[in-house]
C-alpha cells in the first residue's frame, strides 16, 4: 500500500499545473496519457480540440481529439548537457559526466533514433569529445540532441546565461551552450 501511495506522490511532483484543452497554444507542453508531449498545432471544430504533438522523449507524432472541457496537466520538463564518457554495447546504456562535473550516471541508454545514436557511437568510437542533452519528464530520461567536437578542443561548458555575462569571451576550449529546442 505504501508503494503505491509514493509512486503516485513521486508522479504528482513532476507535474506542474492542469489547464483544459482549449487553454494550450503551440509549443506548450501536455501530459497525454504518461507521454510528455510537445504542441505542435492545436484548433477547435465543434466543441473538440484536435491535438497534434510530439512526444518529446520519443520524437513520435501524437495525436488527440478532445472535449474543449477537458483539463492535462502540464509536466515539468527539465534539459541538462552531459558529456559522454563510456557505452556499453551489452545492454545499450551510457556513461554520462554532468557538464559541472560533480556527478555521473550511467541509467541513459543509446536513443532509438538512429541519426543520435550513430553520433554518439561513432563519435565515441573515434575518440571525440561528444556532449549529449538529456531532456527529463514525468520521471523519465531521454537523449534529445547530440554534438561530437574533437579530442581536446572542450575542457569545460558555459550555458548561455553565463556566456553573456562574462566579459571576455575570447576561450577557444568553450561550448557555448545554446537553448535548443524539441
Known amino acids: ?6 509512486a503516485g506522490a513521486s508522479r504528482a511532483s513532476k507535474i506542474g499545473t492542469v489547464r483544459l484543452a482549449s ?3 503551440i509549443n506548450d507542453h501536455i501530459d497525454f496519457d504518461g507521454k510528455p508531449c510537445r504542441v505542435i498545432s492545436v484548433y477547435t471544430k465543434r466543441g473538440f480540440c484536435h491535438f497534434r504533438t510530439i512526444d518529446i522523449l520519443t520524437g513520435y507524432l501524437v495525436r488527440r481529439i478532445v472535449p ?7 509536466p515539468d520538463v527539465s534539459r541538462d548537457l552531459y558529456k559522454l564518457t563510456g557505452i556499453s554495447f551489452k ?10 562535473g560533480t556527478y555521473s550516471r550511467n541509467d541513459i541508454f ?21 556532449i549529449v ?13 547530440v554534438d561530437v567536437y574533437p579530442t581536446g578542443t572542450v575542457t569545460r561548458f558555459l550555458l548561455d546565461e553565463d556566456f553573456l ?4 569571451t575570447d576561450d577557444t576550449d568553450v561550448v557555448v551552450i545554446k537553448n535548443v529546442g524539441f
Not at 500500500?1 to 509514493?6: K, L, P, Q, R, V
Not at 545492454?91 to 559541472?100: E, F, K, P, W
Open 68 to 74: 474543449i472541457s477537458t483539463e492535462f496537466a502540464i
Open 133 to 145: 542533452g538529456i531532456v527529463t519528464s514525468l520521471g523519465q530520461d531521454a537523449v534529445y540532441a
Open 23 to 25: 487553454d494550450f497554444d
Open 91 to 100: 545492454d545499450d546504456s551510457v556513461t554520462l559526466l554532468h557538464c559541472s
Open 165 to 168: 555575462n562574462q566579459s571576455t
Open 110 to 130: 543509446l536513443p532509438e533514433n538512429l541519426n543520435l545514436r550513430t553520433m554518439m557511437v561513432d563519435g565515441f568510437n573515434d575518440d571525440k569529445t561528444v
Open 1 to 6: 500500500m505504501t508503494e503505491s501511495s509514493d
